[in-house]
């Protein structure tokens, strides 16, 4: 799918369907993400993502899988791209990267700090916010469809929603097209982000992002760093799953798929799953999705 066609279906009002890889370590890992990728093809995402490890640390690998992606694959990729420890300059010349790889929509992010640190530290020459991303994203590729982040329960360091709103406004003004969001569990709390969102003349798409819980442990400590709430009801249902590990994830699929359910029934355009590399989950995922009507083949 070309930037293009990709800004034109997010306006078309047909449930999009995307998904999110992170870029492997290794040779194994590598042959895992491939056989996601084909496995997944069939529920023909509008995209697939694919992330930027903290500290430009992943640069080359993901701009490598992002064209495995693209070109093997045949999947629309929107490689993610951040601040952290990269002057302008740098930035730009990685913009290009992509654009000459045919990429033609990036995910526009400040980036968390890498491990070790706990502030963010805006490279000498660099930017601080992804407000300022987006606009040389805008500059340097004008054709470029750019997302932004999007965080239903607040991010972290924000002082206030009511900040941290008008800070995603600065991104979707300075050329943004559309918000996929943090993951959350509880829907209630995405439907009143995007009335707010509304209600401040944010006018794009807001893609609610969703993840499969697949170990207790892995969700609580994802939950505790981007402070995401863990519904109660959820909470009981793992815990009563216990060390059983295909228990936990029936739980999380079966949770997921209400979710997105409800989300689309409700008008959200289209689900963003964070499916870290694993085809299992998103299939059984899709496979009740469109056993109950929804994205038909
Ligand atoms: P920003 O929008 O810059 O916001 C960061 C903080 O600064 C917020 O508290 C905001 O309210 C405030 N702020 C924003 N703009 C301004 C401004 N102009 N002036 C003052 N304050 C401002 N991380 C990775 O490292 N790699 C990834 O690939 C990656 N992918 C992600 C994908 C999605 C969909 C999401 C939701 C997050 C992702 N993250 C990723 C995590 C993200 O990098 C962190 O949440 C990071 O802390 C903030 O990034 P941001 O782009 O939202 O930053």
Same mark, same amino acid.
């Given at each position: 799918?070309?930037?293009?066609? *990709?800004?034109?279906?997010?306006?078309?009002?047909?449930?999009? /369907?995307?998904?999110? /890889?992170?870029?492997?370590?290794?040779?194994?890992?590598?042959?895992?993400?491939?056989?996601?990728?084909?496995?997944?093809? &069939?529920?023909?995402?509008?995209?697939?993502?694919?992330?930027?490890?903290?500290?430009?640390?992943?640069?080359?690998?993901?701009?490598?899988?992002?064209?495995?992606?693209?070109?093997?694959?045949?999947?629309?990729?929107?490689?993610?791209?951040?601040?952290?420890?990269?002057?302008?300059?740098?930035?730009?010349?990685?913009?290009?990267?992509?654009?000459?790889?045919?990429?033609?929509?990036?995910?526009?992010?400040?980036?968390?700090?890498?491990?070790?640190?706990?502030?963010?530290?805006?490279?000498?020459?660099?930017?601080?916010?992804?407000?300022?991303?987006?606009?040389?994203?805008?500059?340097?590729?004008?054709?470029?469809?750019?997302?932004?982040?999007?965080?239903?329960?607040?991010?972290?360091?924000?002082?206030?929603?009511?900040?941290?709103? *008008?800070?995603?406004?600065?991104?979707?003004?300075?050329?943004?097209?559309?918000?996929?969001?943090?993951?959350?569990?509880?829907?209630?709390?995405? /439907?009143?982000?995007?009335?707010?969102?509304?209600?401040?003349?944010?006018?794009?798409?807001?893609?609610?992002?969703?993840?499969?819980?697949?170990?207790?442990?892995?969700?609580?400590?994802?939950?505790?760093?981007?402070?995401?709430?863990?519904?109660?009801? *959820?909470?009981?249902?793992?815990?009563? %799953?216990?060390?059983?590990? %295909? %228990?936990?994830? %029936?739980?999380?699929?079966?949770?997921?798929?209400?979710?997105?359910?409800?989300?689309?029934?409700?008008?959200?355009?289209?689900?963003?799953?964070?499916?870290?590399?694993?085809?299992?989950?998103? &299939?059984?995922?899709?496979?009740?999705?469109?056993?109950?009507? /929804?994205?038909?083949?």
């Amino acid at each position: 799918m070309t930037a293009v066609s *990709l800004k034109t279906r997010l306006q078309s009002g047909k449930a999009l /369907f995307s998904i999110e /890889f992170f870029p492997p370590k290794s040779d194994t890992s590598a042959e895992q993400l491939l056989r996601t990728a084909e496995a997944l093809k &069939v529920y023909s995402p509008d995209f697939a993502s694919i992330t930027y490890g903290a500290g430009g640390s992943t640069r080359s690998r993901t701009l490598k899988y992002a064209r495995h992606l693209s070109e093997d694959c045949g999947y629309a990729v929107m490689p993610h791209l951040t601040c952290v420890g990269h002057s302008r300059e740098e930035l730009r010349g990685i913009i290009a990267e992509f654009r000459e790889a045919g990429l033609g929509q990036i995910m526009a992010l400040r980036g968390d700090p890498p491990e070790g640190e706990t502030d963010f530290k805006p490279h000498p020459e660099g930017l601080h916010h992804a407000n300022e991303l987006v606009g040389l994203i805008h500059e340097t590729f004008p054709e470029c469809t750019i997302g932004v982040a999007g965080y239903p329960e607040m991010h972290p360091e924000a002082s206030s929603p009511d900040i941290d709103l *008008l800070n995603l406004k600065r991104k979707v003004d300075a050329g943004g097209h559309f918000v996929t969001t943090q993951l959350f569990f509880d829907n209630t709390k995405y /439907f009143e982000f995007v009335n707010r969102t509304s209600q401040a003349k944010i006018e794009v798409p807001v893609l609610p992002g969703l993840m499969c819980v697949t170990s207790r442990e892995q969700i609580l400590r994802f939950c505790a760093m981007c402070r995401a709430s863990i519904p109660a009801e *959820l909470n009981q249902r793992l815990l009563a %799953a216990g060390d059983d590990a %295909a %228990a936990v994830e %029936a739980v999380g699929i079966d949770w997921v798929y209400h979710q997105a359910r409800e989300l689309l029934e409700r008008g959200a355009p289209g689900i963003h799953l964070y499916i870290l590399n694993r085809e299992g989950p998103a &299939v059984k995922i899709m496979e009740k999705l469109k056993a109950a009507g /929804f994205y038909k083949a």
